[in-house]
């Protein structure tokens, strides 16, 4: 009899403990997108890793950033997941850190002595998560994008003082500028979620 409960309550918790499901769970997502905007259309890659609590998701995301100027945007994600089917609508938000990484292409169209500066970077949108199985889903999403960055340079001007018997010759006056890049982009994302 004592045989009979204790193979009655360890099938009891073996059951329990297979239906529970686990309240922290880790997922990796990998997109590639398409950024369109006003200056024309460029690629981006991303990879994001967090934990995921029910319908929530938190998570670090890298990325490369390919428009306009190539950028490295590392941000935080964070997810709500809408359904109680397998298939869910979600909605996402990105903020942090763009790293300028300008390539020797695009370093050709300035000046030498240009710098670029690290900015704001931002996306935000909805999307369909589709389950492939239990731990794979297939992702697409619709979003809005937004990049900053800074770029500085000196700008060499000449200044000729009035001519008299102190005259010391022309001076070299060097100011520095600057320029403000904002970039509004309408982005699309297919990713794999594991």
């Keep these: 009899m004592l045989f009979v409960i204790l193979i009655m309550i360890v099938g009891i918790v073996?059951?329990?403990q297979m239906n529970s499901v686990k309240p922290w769970q880790y997922h990796s997502i990998n997109n590639v997108g398409l950024l369109e905007g006003e200056t024309g259309s460029a690629f981006q890659l991303?990879?994001?890793n967090g934990v995921n609590n029910k319908s929530w998701f938190a998570g670090v995301g890298l990325g490369l950033d390919f428009y306009r100027l190539r950028t490295i945007p590392l941000f935080a994600d964070f997810?709500?997941?809408f359904g109680k089917n397998n298939n869910k609508i979600f909605i996402y938000s990105d903020f942090g850190i763009n790293f300028s990484w300008v390539t020797d292409q695009q370093k050709m169209n300035y000046f030498q002595n240009d710098k670029f500066h690290n900015g704001f970077y931002g996306d935000w949108g909805?999307?369909?998560k589709v389950m492939v199985n239990r731990k794979n889903n297939f992702l697409l999403s619709l979003g809005y994008s937004y990049k900053k960055t800074v770029e500085t340079?000196?700008?060499?001007q000449i200044y000729f003082p009035p001519a008299n018997f102190n005259d010391p010759g022309s001076q070299l006056n060097d100011q520095e500028q600057k320029i403000n890049?904002?970039?509004n982009r309408l982005t699309i994302k297919i990713g794999w979620e594991f």
Excluded: D, M, V
């Design 14 to 16: 073996s059951a329990q």
């Design 46 to 48: 991303q990879t994001i």
């Design 79 to 81: 997810r709500k997941e």
């Design 126 to 128: 909805l999307g369909y």
């Design 153 to 156: 340079y000196t700008n060499n």
């Design 181 to 183: 890049y904002s970039f």
